[in-house]
């Protein structure tokens, strides 16, 4: 990648003065921020967790103003030790227990509860100096990895980066781990409080969550799913059992998860189900939409969250799926119809939201799906006579999926006003495209179309979008793009009744 | 920020309401310089977590928007590999055939996976080395023993859910139920066998479940941090609180409070009707026992009487039945003519509504024929004289009689009580011309009075007031009027008449038009009070005293052709 990702940005906001020092592989502990190689660049990159594996000690870093999805296990060859660490807050109240890094704990880890530090975890890394720490209390949950023994095996490089995958098991005590994840900044507590927030989610029905509520640490190594290997992107509650195998299985079709080769051969024998349970409310000769209810279809529902899980940071299993609708979008072949993506819609959404959860599985990202998910929840907000928005927080892959559909369709009409010679306003815009007026604005400004000119408002389309827009249309001569076609979508909205919507069981 | 930029153009930025019309231009409709002078940086929401927003991925992709190369755009992410040497056939064997309308499916998970306990690899050594020592016919097969593992693990989590924490095993005899009733009979020897495998598997499991499976909530306090532990519990929404729910609820309760009091006490008193037959049996015990005593005593002093104080009588009783067979004639013969429908009351009343229907229905046919006859009478007749007199249309031979019985019968006010000087001296509002004036009076049909009571008004040569009148017939004549009630919904040519379709005994019509206000016509057309008294007395009774009165000599008066 380009612009060198150094500490350029990162310094400099920290109010507490931090203690610099060198450090060796054998001194390096949990909370150090550390140079370290990354795409042959050496970048900021906070430690989460360490383990010993046959091949040698590893760090599970974080990488300064890198997503979350790119942390990744990083042997001490690729940490450059020639430069000052910087180290976590002393005033840390366990700190002494625990010198020696890796202390095997053989119990597999269902002793969360008992050990919780009653310390506040606050914001360690400079680069997080401005990460808003919803939680006033932050739990130490961030083992990810419980295990046995440190017991050895063969790492299996990962494709997207040759660093050692992370298959191998932690044996570090992870309760200890995180609680001495703390920070070495004291941040002014912030405004809202973990009840709070947990209120929020308990009466808003929201399926987003704030990430520091769950493990910073991704707990499944590699999924079989359908024809393909998977390698998830962020933490999942899957069994945690399943943390210590090499590779997980998950059925195609009812999404069941397994950690035994076997078990999910049985059940491959068994299945039957060969779409996703629900009614099909769409089909042309690309995909299908299914519509399942997360009260009737619990099971398959959850596995359709914990899959997803994997690749969505945001998204939080916290409550179950009962308020939810899932529209999921499916390829259809002879072996039935493909889970290629979804979005979920709350039954009924307080703050209008379209969609709550959206994601295209990873090996039918870049191909156009994304796009015709997103038009899917709008045509139906068309169709309830609604101005839809997603749910935020967006992931930075889904506000650049949601801006280019956004962009386009809005360049779309805004040409055709321009030929026409016709007024519109933000409104009329938003009626057509069944988008917020927020999301309208938010667009026109972002793509630099929204001036002051002269004495009025006006709307002017950049040269570059018009450029984009004609490519497309030629594009489209020879490979016609893929939409969906309103007609074909055999839908009503569905009512639900005083009990139905009792989320309660 | 916008407004700085326009500041040098000295306007005001206007407040952008997002209902203003705005003008659409492209970037070359503007001259470039001054596109870009009006290019401003403002905070655009993205809707992102503040904290990833900078993340620099994100950033390359938000500025390669503005003419980067396709790879600037793209956020790097694991990709997705195939499987490498997957036997995807072997794995996903079903073959689907897509339906030719849209799938509609409402069975879960659990409803298609069959058996939902999946047998593991240590599963599989145990059963290949179990197999192993058994003849080909006697071996047990996957299927039955993932059933019979499920058996186990169904009824271990039915009847000790705490038995990771506890460390209850059940032993085999407990499972020998389930597996009684969930397994067949050929796999029955197996599970034995396999219930210390199981057994074993639970031991090194903790005594959890042997399928692993999602944390659920447990302990609140605890689990609420855990990552692990998901899919909780929502609690039930509030429903707002208004007070008319509050009301609504109240009434709710107060009516559940009373209806579980009416069984209470319906309880109650059929408590007390069993302690008062127990009194009866009592008493009649007692009653037996003293007249076996006097019985005896009789026989022993040799008294000869009837043996009357000896049995039971019951004259209360037949009390009773003669009291409901005298208050049974005039509640029947009140409802004699409503009895439409022929259902019996009494074996009599049958054969008298047969013989009425029987009446009735040739007496129809026999209007019918005349009817008939009288148009064909009248075919083809062509009246040439001036502004002839021609049959007001649609009217029968009855045109211009109104009957009277009906609109009198039921009167709010009994007419007895409207003055005779209204009679003589109708208001103006009376005044308005007759609806059924002129009449043709067919010539020669002039047939037998009607059973109804009808009359008509008339003008006659030299501006004489007629009043026609008819249908004051004898007394069983008057049964009939009744039943002719109906005529008055008959038309005899049906060509463009609506049909009402009504019952004519159906009280409810009868009661809406006793509702009906005095119509004003009805004033007018009989300003003889002579003549209109007796009638208007007659129809103001019930039937049974219009065919007394009308039996005391009341004659039809036949009005003059």
């Known amino acids: ?505 | 920020m916008r407004s700085q930029a326009a500041a040098g153009r000295a306007t005001r930025v206007k407040k952008l309401a997002k209902n203003t019309a705005q003008q659409v231009l492209r970037e070359d409709q503007l001259d470039s310089a001054e596109y870009s002078s009006l290019q401003t940086q403002s905070n655009i929401e993205t809707g992102v977590e503040k904290s990833e927003e900078k993340e620099y991925h994100l950033q390359a992709a938000l500025k390669g928007g503005s003419g980067g190369s396709k790879d600037a755009e793209e956020i790097p992410a694991p990709p997705a590999e195939e499987t490498p040497g997957l036997d995807y056939d072997a794995l996903y064997p079903l073959v689907f055939h897509k339906p030719a309308t849209y799938i509609r499916f409402s069975q879960t998970v659990e409803e298609t996976t069959g058996c939902q306990y999946n047998m593991t690899s240590e599963d599989d050594t145990f059963l290949k080395a179990y197999n192993h020592k058994k003849s080909a016919g006697t071996r047990c097969s996957e299927d039955d023993f993932e059933k019979i593992m499920e058996v186990f693990e169904d009824t271990a989590a039915d009847q000790v859910p705490y038995a990771s924490l506890d460390g209850t095993v059940i032993s085999f005899d407990g499972m020998k139920m389930s597996i009684k009733q969930q397994i067949h009979e050929k796999a029955h020897p197996f599970a034995k066998d396999i219930y210390e495998h199981w057994r074993i598997c639970r031991q090194n499991a903790g005594n959890h479940p042997l399928q692993p499976s999602l944390k659920v909530e447990k302990n609140i306090e605890k689990d609420d941090g855990d990552p692990y532990v998901c899919f909780r519990r929502r609690d039930a929404r509030q429903t707002r609180k208004t007070r008319a729910r509050d009301t609504q609820s109240v009434e709710k309760l107060k009516r559940l409070r009373k209806e579980l009091d009416e069984g209470r006490q319906l309880i109650d008193m059929a408590f007390q009707r069993e302690l008062t037959k127990r009194e009866l049996l009592k008493c009649d015990k007692s009653v037996f026992e003293q007249r076996a005593k006097v019985k005896e005593t009789k026989v022993k002093l040799g008294i000869k009487t009837d043996d009357e104080d000896l049995i039971n009588q019951r004259p209360q009783k037949r009390k009773m039945t003669d009291f409901g067979q005298l208050q049974r004639p005039p509640g029947s013969q009140l409802r004699l003519p409503g009895r439409s429908d022929g259902r019996p009351l009494d074996a009599d009343l049958i054969m008298l509504s047969d013989l009425m229907a029987q009446k009735e229905n040739t007496l129809q046919i026999e209007i019918e024929e005349k009817a008939q006859q009288h148009r064909k009478w009248n075919m083809g007749h062509v009246d040439l004289t001036r502004e002839p007199l021609s049959p007001v249309h649609g009217q029968g031979f009855e045109a211009g009689f109104r009957p009277a019985t009906a609109q009198y019968q039921y009167l709010m006010t009994p007419p007895s009580s409207v003055t005779s000087e209204s009679f003589d001296q109708p208001s103006p509002s009376l005044e308005k011309p007759e609806p059924c004036a002129l009449g043709y009076n067919s010539p020669s049909e002039e047939e037998e009075p009607r059973g109804q009571p009808a009359y008509r008004r008339r003008i006659g040569r030299g501006g004489r007031l007629w009043i026609d009148r008819r249908g004051m017939s004898s007394a069983a004549k008057l049964a009939e009027a009744t039943v002719s009630d109906r005529w008055k919904y008959d038309q005899d040519d049906d060509d463009e008449q609506p049909v009402y379709e009504m019952d004519p005994y159906d009280t409810k019509a009868l009661r809406f038009r006793a509702t009906i206000p005095y119509p004003p016509h009805l004033f007018s057309q009989r300003p003889r009070p002579e003549q209109a008294g007796p009638l208007a007395r007659v129809a103001g009774n019930s039937p049974a005293h219009n065919r007394a009165i009308t039996a005391a000599g009341q004659q039809p008066q036949q009005a003059p052709p």
């Open chain 1, 1 to 505: 990648m380009a612009g060198g990702g150094d500490n350029k940005d990162s310094k400099g906001e920290s109010q507490v003065p931090k203690i610099n020092g060198r450090a060796t592989a054998d001194t390096l502990k949990i909370g150090c921020i550390a140079m370290v190689q990354k795409d042959g660049q050496h970048r900021r990159a906070e430690i989460l967790s360490i383990r010993d594996i046959k091949s040698g000690r590893q760090f599970y870093c974080n990488f300064d103003n890198f997503n979350k999805r790119l942390d990744e296990w990083v042997p001490v060859n690729r940490i450059d030790f020639s430069q000052d660490v910087e180290w976590p807050s002393p005033e840390k109240p366990k700190e002494a227990k625990k010198s020696s890094a890796p202390v095997a704990k053989k119990t597999i880890g269902q002793k969360k509860g008992q050990k919780r530090p009653a310390v506040t975890r606050e914001v360690s890394v400079a680069s997080e100096a401005s990460t808003p720490r919803p939680w006033g209390d932050f739990d130490d949950s961030q083992k990810g990895t419980p295990d046995p023994e440190g017991e050895e095996k063969l790492t299996t490089p990962l494709d997207l980066d040759n660093t050692p995958g992370a298959e191998d098991d932690d044996p570090m005590d992870l309760d200890e781990v995180a609680a001495r994840a703390v920070s070495a900044k004291a941040e002014p507590p912030e405004a809202f409080s973990r009840q709070e927030e947990i209120e929020k989610l308990r009466v808003g029905g929201s399926m987003t969550q704030n990430q520091a509520e769950i493990s910073r640490i991704r707990n499944i190594t590699k999924v079989q799913f359908g024809k393909y290997d998977l390698f998830p992107w962020y933490f999942s509650p899957y069994p945690e059992a399943f943390t210590q195998e090499d590779l997980m299985y998950i059925c195609e079709f009812c999404l069941c998860y397994w950690g035994d080769v076997k078990s999910f051969q049985r059940h491959r024998q068994k299945c039957t189900l060969q779409h996703p349970p629900g009614n099909e409310l769409y089909r042309d000769d690309y995909v299908s939409f299914f519509e399942i209810d997360g009260r009737r279809q619990r099971t398959w529902c959850r596995n359709l969250c914990l899959l997803s899980k994997m690749f969505l940071d945001h998204k939080t299993l916290y409550y179950d799926v009962d308020p939810f609708l899932f529209y999921v979008m499916t390829s259809r072949d002879e072996k039935g119809y493909h889970l290629v993506g979804y979005f979920s819609k709350e039954k009924e959404s307080v703050d209008g939201y379209n969609v709550a959860c959206i994601l295209t599985l990873p090996q039918y990202q870049r191909r156009g799906y994304g796009r015709l998910l997103i038009q899917f929840s709008y045509e139906l907000s068309k169709i309830e006579n609604k101005l839809g928005s997603p749910e935020k927080p967006l992931s930075d892959l889904g506000l650049l999926s949601y801006r280019q559909y956004w962009t386009e369709r809005l360049i779309e009409i805004l040409l055709e006003c321009n030929e026409k010679d016709e007024k519109i306003s933000i409104e009329m815009l938003a009626q057509r495209l069944a988008m917020t007026t927020a999301d309208v604005e938010s667009t026109l400004q972002a793509k630099h179309m929204q001036v002051w000119h002269k004495t009025d408002h006006k709307i002017v389309i950049p040269m570059k979008l018009i450029k984009e827009h004609e490519a497309r249309v030629e594009k489209a001569k020879t490979k016609p793009k893929r939409e969906i076609d309103p007609d074909l979508i055999q839908w009503k909205p569905p009512v639900f009744t005083a009990s139905t919507r009792t989320w309660g069981w």
